[in-house]
């Protein structure tokens, strides 16, 4: 999705999008609300930054911005940087320092499965067993109509 967001911003004029990232809305939030009314063009008001006192949310934490340091595995962090290292540096982020590595054919291929079963169990807890079951048959096997109907039902959860 990074890369394709990549290719798609170069199409665009700079003042079509606006990018925000977590660590910069944790370390200026006004300076990022301002640009972001900018963009939108609407007044901004210090007040939008009060939505804590009406509402169950949280101002942004600048301590969580950097908490994958403290807690993510070494292992876990490089096995991270392997992939995206280019990406993170590219968008602003400091890498972790730790040496480089690259994961063994078998080690990828046990990251995989583990990626397509943690998404599986993930699909079956939102919309139950049975509409996963279907929505995979029908991915493979099933009319038009059928893998329509079933999106539907699952973007309505989703929703």
């Keep these: ?22 660590l910069n809305l944790t370390r200026g939030p006004e300076d990022v609300l301002r640009r972001i009314c900018g963009f939108l063009g609407v007044e901004y ?19 969580l911005a950097q908490q994958w340091r403290r807690k993510m595995p070494s292992r876990d962090i ?13 968008r602003g982020y400091e890498l972790s320092g730790l040496p480089p590595i690259r994961p063994s054919a078998l080690e ?15 699909r079956v807890r939102r919309y139950g067993w049975r509409l996963w ?16 109907r079933l999106t539907l039902r699952c973007n309505e959860i989703d929703r």
């Design 1 to 22: 999705v990074e890369t394709l967001w990549d290719r798609l911003k170069t199409t665009l004029a700079d003042d079509r999008y606006v990018e925000i990232t977590y």
């Design 45 to 63: 008001d210090p007040r939008m930054l009060e939505y804590d006192r009406h509402t169950s949310y949280e101002p942004p934490n600048p301590k």
């Design 78 to 90: 490089q096995l991270v940087e392997s992939r995206i290292a280019d990406l993170l540096v590219a």
């Design 108 to 122: 990828r291929l046990y990251l995989r499965l583990q990626d397509r079963l943690a998404r599986c169990a993930f």
């Design 133 to 148: 079951l279907a929505s995979v048959i029908a991915r493979r096997v099933g009319t038009r109509g059928w893998k329509r």
